[in-house]
C-alpha cells in the first residue's frame, strides 16, 4: 500500500469515526432532562413565546431531521447558543480554545524535554540507580492526583516562596498584547512586547509542569523500554563489533530507532493532555475550553459542553491521524499490516 | 525434527487443575523476587482491608457534624486533624477507602466485561460484525473520556452513581481493542481449532479456551485501571460532578480542604496521600504482573 492510498484511508476512517462523535453528542443533547427552550427564556416564559423558540430552532421537528439539520449546523461550525453566555457556542470556542493549546504545548514541551531524556539515562543504566530515581519520579506522575500537585504547586511558588506568580495568563498589571492568534505568549513575541512575554511565560511555567509531569513519566518508560529493545537488536550489536564508539552506537542507531514507538506516545499524549487540562486550568484559572467545559457543564449549559466535546474529539482524531502517518512514514511495515 | 518437538505429546499435556497451580505457583515465585511488587500487593491489600472494616476501624461517624472541633490539627484525639466543619479526617480517610475502592472495581468490572465481550465477539465472528463493533469503538476511543463523562453527569444530576456510569461509558474500548487482539491470535491456534472440530459451541469454547488464554493482557490492564480509574473519579468529585459533600470520598475531602491548604494542611493532604498510595500500590502491582504474565519480558 502506497502511503498516499494509507492516508486516503485513515482519513476516510476519521470522517466515519466522527460522525459517530456527532451521532453522540446528538443523543446526549436530546435525551437532556433539561428543556433548552425552557432554559432559555426561562420557566415564566407564555406558552406562545415557547412554542416559537422551538419552532426557531427546528425542535418541533422529528428526531431525524433535527439529526440532519444539527449536523448540517456542525458542519457549517454552527454548534448552537451557549444557554450561559447567550453567545455562539463556536465563538467561545475560538475565544478560548487557543489559551488550551498553548498550555498543551507548553506541557507536551516539558514532557518531552524532560521524558526523553530521563528515559535514555534509564535504559543505559538499566536497574542502577539513576534508574531507580526514573522510575520513582515516573510513578509519581502517574500516580499522584494532578487536582493536589496543582494546589501544592501553588502554595510553595507562589504563595510560600513568592517565585512564581499565581493563577491566570498574566498578572494583574500587565496589559495583555495584542490578540493575533490568542495565545498569549505567541502574541507577545509577534507584537514585541517583552514584559508581557516574560510574565506569560512565568504564568505559563506551573500549569506546564503539573500538567506535563504525568506526559514526561509516560514519554520516559516508553524510550526505556523501547531503547532497551533496540539495544539488543542486531544493528546495535553489527555497529559495535565495527568498533564504533558506545556513545556513537547509543545515538546514531539506537536511540533512532527507539524513538519511532516514542513518537506515537507523544501524538497520544497530547490528546491525553487537553482533557487533563480540564483540572489544571480549573485550579490555575486558565481561560482555556477545559475551564470553559467545567463551568458550562455546572450550569448544564449543554450545547456549550457539547461543542467542546465535539471539538476536543475531532482534535484528537486529527493528532492521531498525523501519528498515524508519521509512523506509517518511520516504519514501512504498518502500512502493510 | 518435527514442528511440535519442544512440546509434550498431548496425551501427556497436563491436566487445567494442575497447569493452573503450576501458574500459581510460578507467579508466587516470580512475585517473590520482586520486592516492590510485594509492597504493592500489600499495600493493596491494607486499603481492602481499611475498606472492610471501616465501621470498626474509624473512630468517629464520617459525616456527623462539630463544629465545636472545627480545624483541630493533628493530635492523639484526632491522628488526622479535623476539617472546616469538624469532621474527623482520619475517620474520612478511611470511609473514602470504601467508597473509592467499590467505585474503581465497579467502573472497571462493568468496563472490563462489556469491553471483553464486545471484543471478543468482534474478533471471533470477524467479516462485518468485527467491523461494525470496532468502529463503534473507534467513536468512543475519539472522545475526551473526563469532559464526555462530565457532560453525562452533570446532565443526569451530578452524584456518585451518576459519575461512574459516565466513566464505564468511556472506558470499556480499551478492553474490546485487547479482547479482539487476544481472540485473533487465539482463534487459529491449534487447540481450539481441536474444540472446535469436536463441536464445542462457540460460548463454550470462549468461555473454556479463549478468555483463560486472553485474561493476562486483560488482568493486567484492569490492575493498572483501577488506579486510572480511582484518579478520575476523585478527579470527577473533586470539581462538583462525582461525589457530593458530605460524603466522606477522597476527591470531594481534597476540595473541601483546599481553601485551608496554607494555614490547615491536613484536611487536604491526607486524603490526596491516600489517593497516592492505594494509585501507586495499584501500578506497582499491575507493573509486576505485567513482568511476571508477558512472555516477551521474560527473560
Known amino acids: 500500500m502506497s502511503i498516499a492510498h494509507y492516508a486516503l484511508r485513515r482519513i476516510a476512517l476519521m470522517i466515519f469515526v466522527l460522525f459517530g462523535v456527532t451521532l453522540i453528542t446528538f443523543g446526549v443533547t436530546h435525551v437532556v432532562p433539561v428543556d433548552p427552550v425552557l432554559a432559555l427564556v426561562g420557566d415564566h416564559a407564555p406558552e406562545s413565546l415557547v412554542q416559537q423558540v422551538r419552532k426557531e430552532f427546528g425542535l418541533d421537528k422529528p428526531l431525524p431531521v433535527q439529526y440532519v439539520v444539527y449536523i448540517d449546523n456542525v458542519l457549517h461550525g454552527n454548534l448552537g447558543i451557549s444557554i450561559a453566555d447567550q453567545q455562539p457556542v463556536s465563538s467561545d470556542l475560538a475565544q478560548y480554545l487557543p489559551a488550551t493549546i498553548e498550555l498543551a504545548t507548553a506541557a507536551i514541551v516539558v514532557a518531552i524535554v524532560v521524558g526523553l531524556p530521563a528515559g535514555i539515562l534509564s535504559a543505559l543504566y538499566r536497574n542502577r540507580w539513576p534508574d531507580q530515581i526514573v522510575r520513582i ?127 506515537t506516545v507523544m501524538g497520544l499524549a497530547y490528546g491525553g493532555l487537553l482533557q487533563g487540562a480540564v483540572l489544571t486550568e480549573t485550579i490555575f484559572s486558565w481561560p482555556g475550553i477545559g475551564r470553559y467545559a467545567t463551568i458550562s457543564a455546572i450550569n448544564v449549559d449543554v450545547p456549550a459542553v457539547m461543542g467542546v466535546t465535539l471539538v476536543a474529539a475531532l482534535i484528537y482524531s486529527v493528532v492521531n491521524l498525523i501519528v498515524d502517518l508519521v509512523y506509517a512514514y518511520l516504519d514501512p511495515r504498518i502500512r502493510f499490516s | 525434527m518435527g514442528l511440535r518437538s519442544g512440546l509434550p505429546p498431548i496425551a501427556e499435556m497436563e491436566s487445567e ?37 471501616a465501621p470498626q476501624l474509624a473512630p468517629y461517624n464520617p459525616t456527623l457534624v462539630h463544629l465545636s472541633d472545627r480545624l483541630l490539627p493533628p493530635s492523639r484525639a484526632h491522628p488526622f486533624g479535623t476539617d472546616g466543619v469538624g469532621l474527623d479526617v482520619f475517620s474520612r480517610v478511611i470511609w473514602g477507602a470504601r467508597i473509592d475502592l467499590t467505585s474503581a472495581v465497579l467502573v472497571v468490572v462493568v468496563a472490563g466485561s462489556v469491553g471483553t465481550a464486545v471484543g471478543m465477539s468482534a474478533g471471533w465472528f470477524g ?78 469454547i470462549m468461555r473454556r479456551h479463549l478468555l483463560p488464554n486472553a485474561i493476562a493482557p486483560l488482568l493486567i490492564q484492569a490492575t493498572l485501571d483501577l488506579g486510572s480509574v480511582i484518579l478520575v473519579a476523585a478527579g470527577l468529585s473533586f470539581i462538583g460532578f462525582g461525589a457530593q459533600p458530605p460524603t466522606p470520598e477522597w476527591g470531594v475531602m481534597v476540595s473541601d480542604g483546599q481553601t485551608y491548604l496554607m494555614t490547615q494542611w491536613w484536611i487536604a493532604t491526607f486524603p490526596a496521600m491516600a489517593i497516592f498510595l492505594l494509585v501507586i500500590a495499584f501500578n506497582l502491582v499491575g507493573d509486576t504482573l505485567r513482568d511476571l504474565l508477558d512472555p516477551r519480558l521474560r527473560r
Not at chain 1, 188 to 196: V, Y
Not at chain 1, 205 to 216: E, H, I, K, Q, T
Not at chain 2, 168 to 190: D, I, M
Request: hydrophobic share 55%.
Open chain 2, 17 to 53: 487443575p494442575a497447569l493452573e497451580r503450576r501458574v500459581a505457583k510460578s507467579l508466587w515465585r516470580g512475585l517473590r523476587k520482586n520486592p516492590l511488587g510485594i509492597i504493592g500487593l500489600a499495600t493493596v491489600i491494607f486499603f481492602i482491608l481499611v475498606a472492610l472494616l
Open chain 1, 137 to 263: 519520579l515516573s510513578l509519581g506522575g502517574v500516580s499522584l492526583p494532578v487536582f493536589f500537585t496543582a494546589l501544592v504547586f501553588l502554595a510553595i511558588f507562589y504563595v510560600k516562596l513568592g517565585w512564581l506568580p499565581g493563577p491566570g495568563q498574566l498578572g494583574t498589571y500587565t496589559p495583555a498584547p495584542p490578540r493575533i492568534t490568542g495565545m498569549v505568549v505567541v502574541d507577545s513575541l509577534f507584537s514585541g512586547d517583552w514584559a508581557a512575554l516574560v510574565d506569560g511565560l512565568r504564568h505559563l511555567f506551573l500549569p506546564a509542569v503539573v500538567l506535563g509531569w504525568s506526559s514526561a513519566a509516560i514519554i520516559a518508560r516508553m524510550t526505556r523500554g523501547s531503547l532497551l529493545e533496540v539495544l539488543g537488536a542486531d544493528s546495535v550489536r553489527t555497529a559495535r563489533a565495527k568498533g564504533l564508539h558506545e556513545r556513537r552506537v547509543v545515538m546514531r542507531h539506537a536511540v533512532r530507532n527507539a524513538l519511532i514507538p516514542t513518537v
Open chain 2, 127 to 204: 467479516g462485518w460484525w468485527d467491523e461494525v463493533l470496532m468502529r463503534v469503538t473507534d467513536v468512543f476511543l475519539a472522545f475526551p473520556g473526563l469532559i464526555l463523562a462530565m457532560a453525562i453527569s452533570a446532565v443526569l444530576k451530578p452524584d456518585l452513581n451518576n459519575a461512574l456510569l459516565a466513566i464505564s461509558v468511556t472506558w470499556w474500548p480499551t478492553y474490546a481493542r485487547l479482547g479482539r487482539g487476544a481472540t485473533l491470535t487465539l482463534r487459529s491456534l491449534e487447540f481450539v481449532e481441536a474444540a472446535r472440530s469436536e463441536g464445542a459451541t462457540t460460548s463454550t
